[in-house]
């Protein structure tokens, strides 16, 4: 009897990433769900996969025997599943970041769909990044320190990191010297690759701020408590463009105080560099932005 795929896939996922947690984040399952899977699966086999420890788990030697053959047909059924998909005239699957799709893809997209009607596109957004693996996404649109291995990078634009305010909080609070942000409410994006005493050590200042009004996981909250003059959010001008447009947020200081870096990179396994669809993607991407 063949186990159910969801099984297969599951305990590939935990013996690669020797953990049940993040085989779940990776897999978007719970994960209890996950154990559930490898439950079913070592019930099936009569066999024990994982040895589980204060370190993480580790395969048992019947686990390391039966990861070298099912990760062989999985690779098979991703290689296979991958030739469909690219023969399927004009698809292509984008996965991106929550902030970087809603706040700089979404309000772009129908620049793409007019330059490019012909081709299907397929975008999805979590916080994990896609296992190319797997055969389902075409491109993801990462944000961090870009060390992925075995994939294609390509840095999409400078970003500038700055204090955003909206201009009422800016009038109600006088802020105009970079000691003044000391005093006001500090909102915190704790996913940011610059946080605000990297940012306060960039100016050369020894001072750092000791508390946070609000701590968000996403950029796109943080930005959207700044425009409701909560406080000031610490952002990059590439997702705060239409804050900044509309006026509903405007720089603390001025340009000097901004902190560059890439942080949002196009990454692609090797297989897809050649695809139409990708390239016309890719080239749209370093247009738009």
Do not use: C
């Not at 005239?89 to 490019?116: C, D, E, G, T």
């Not at 996403?218 to 959010?233: F, T």
């Amino acid at each position: 009897m063949i186990p159910p795929l969801a099984s297969l896939v599951a305990f590939e996922a935990i013996a690669r990433r020797q953990s049940f947690q993040l085989a779940a984040s990776e897999l978007h399952l719970t994960p209890s769900a996950v154990s559930h899977q490898m439950a079913k699966l070592e019930s099936l086999l009569g066999a024990k996969l994982f040895e589980r420890s204060a370190k993480g788990v580790v395969t048992t030697p019947a686990g390391e025997a039966y990861l070298r053959r099912v990760s062989g047909a999985l690779a098979a059924l991703t290689s296979a599943t991958q030739d469909v998909r690219n023969s399927a005239r004009n698809r292509l699957y984008v996965h991106a970041s929550p902030s970087f799709a809603s706040l700089w893809l979404m309000p772009r997209i129908s620049a793409f769909a007019k330059q490019h009607p012909a081709v299907s596109l397929f975008v999805s957004a979590s916080p994990q990044h896609s296992d190319f693996q797997l055969g389902m996404v075409d491109v993801d649109i990462r944000y961090g320190v870009p060390n992925w291995q075995n994939v294609e990078i390509e840095p999409m634009a400078v970003e500038r990191i700055q204090p955003l305010a909206s201009p009422e909080f800016l009038k109600r609070h006088k802020v105009r010297h970079l000691e003044d942000l000391l005093r006001v409410p500090l909102i915190h994006s704790t996913v940011n690759r610059v946080q605000w005493a990297d940012w306060f050590a960039a100016q050369g200042s020894d001072e750092r701020p000791n508390r946070f009004e609000l701590s968000f996981d996403r950029a796109m909250m943080s930005l959207d408590a700044a425009a409701q003059g909560i406080g000031v959010a610490l952002e990059s001008h590439l997702l705060a463009e239409s804050y900044l447009k509309k006026k509903m947020l405007r720089p603390v200081l001025g340009p000097q105080f901004a902190v560059s870096l890439q942080a949002h990179f196009a990454v692609y396994p090797l297989r897809n560099a050649a695809r139409p669809e990708v390239l016309q993607f890719l080239k749209w991407l370093h247009q738009a932005r």
